[in-house]
């Protein structure tokens, strides 16, 4: 009987060990970055990493405070029992651990044509008692196993068919004893059931998980101030021309072209002598909170300095970049809160109009010249 017991406990005593070793070698990877981006995925390859906890497919919730709800935000997985099977058997076939497989580089680009993740990425849940199992993770903050036809039925919503859930179980991502987010874990293709040992680990993992996505969004949110302009919260010249090499980078890369904008307040200089410089950033306040409604999520608005302001278009042509300054010229044209103000822009492209950074700044610069020149509130290429 006592060597029953002691085999026991040295069965238990080894299982503990590698998941405590499991889930330090996780944590070592989520100290790697501080990309909020990276570090989802991270998080996600852990969950369904054979070296991790080997669910086949995990999607991850972020929780919006100000519109209480919570947005989709990455998932990982095969989108079929075909592709699982071809994965798995790579994995196992090329020994690939978790560092490999967490490497930005080499797998980003599957992840974007990933249809799951791409579904996962749509989805937003209201947080409220009628929204579902999701949303009950935040507001009970614990764990739920749906492994009973009883439980299937309950959470039989638009959210689950669309996700096509069967048996899974959801854990609410922590941070100081604030829920952030949930993971959503399943074994869709495999049909493992899911254990509560499984539910044990995946939840201390979610606490890790949870300080790291914080972690990262203290960062970004310092990234963000140290970079912005004070009076109008765009990027500040620094920071824009840090950008502008970037985009340069990878355009040059991925063989992209992209277009910049150079901005000026027409006869900026006279209104602030007029009116005074109270009244001057009045006007700069609002012609920033215009350029930031009218561009595009993908875009970079910068103040680049006094009434100068650059705009980078990302994988955008001449032609298409003339329709979009265009948007914005009108828009301050036509404001009702800035009467006889206007702007001249001028137009550079990446690679027609130069390859680096200097050229492309002194080729718009040129162009918003001409504009200025040839009578102002107008765009010049």
């Known amino acids: 009987m006592a060597n029953i017991e002691n085999e026991n406990y040295q069965e238990e005593l080894s299982k503990t060990r590698t998941e405590l070793e499991m889930l330090y070698d996780i944590g070592n990877a989520m100290r790697t970055t501080l990309n909020l981006e990276e570090i989802l995925y991270i998080i996600l390859t852990a969950a369904t990493s054979h070296a991790g906890l080997s669910f086949n497919r995990a999607m991850l919730f972020l929780v919006n405070e100000k519109e209480n709800r919570l947005e989709g935000k990455m998932g990982i997985g095969p989108d079929s029992a075909e592709d699982a099977s071809k994965i798995w058997t790579h994995i196992e076939k090329n020994k690939i651990g978790l560092e490999e497989l967490i490497s930005i580089e080499t797998q980003f680009d599957n992840l974007k044509k990933s249809k799951l993740n791409q579904t996962i990425k749509s989805i937003k849940i ?22 009973t036809l009883e439980a299937k039925q309950k959470v039989k919503n638009e959210f689950s068919i669309i996700l096509d859930l069967d048996e899974f179980v959801t854990v609410p991502l922590k941070a100081k004893d604030k829920v952030i987010g949930v993971l959503l874990a399943d074994n869709r293709f495999n049909k493992n059931p899911i254990t509560n040992d499984a ?168 162009a918003l010249y001409e504009a200025k020149r040839s009578g102002k509130n107008k765009i010049c290429a």
């Open 126 to 147: 209201p947080i409220r008692e009628d929204s579902g199992v999701i949303a009950l993770t935040v507001m009970e903050g614990l764990p739920f196993i749906i492994n």
């Open 199 to 366: 539910v044990r680990v995946l939840t201390m993992f979610a606490n890790q998980a949870g300080l790291a996505i914080e972690n990262s969004r203290l960062y970004e949110q310092t990234v963000v101030l140290s970079n912005s302009d004070s009076l109008t919260g765009l990027w500040n010249h620094g920071y824009f021309q840090y950008l502008l090499e970037e985009e340069i980078k990878k355009s040059s890369l991925m063989k992209f072209c992209f277009t910049l904008l150079m901005i000026d307040i027409d006869n900026f200089k006279v209104f602030n002598d007029t009116y005074g410089h109270q009244a001057g950033d009045s006007i700069i306040r609002e012609i920033s909170k215009i350029f930031r409604d009218v561009s595009r999520k993908i875009d970079a608005v910068a103040r680049y300095g006094g009434e100068e302001f650059g705009i980078i278009l990302p994988i955008t042509k001449k032609e298409e970049a003339l329709i979009l300054a265009e948007r914005i010229r009108r828009a301050v044209e036509t404001s009702p809160g800035l009467k006889n103000i206007t702007i001249s822009i001028g137009v550079s492209s990446f690679p027609e109009d130069g390859e680096k950074k200097e050229d492309l700044i002194a080729y718009a610069d040129r």
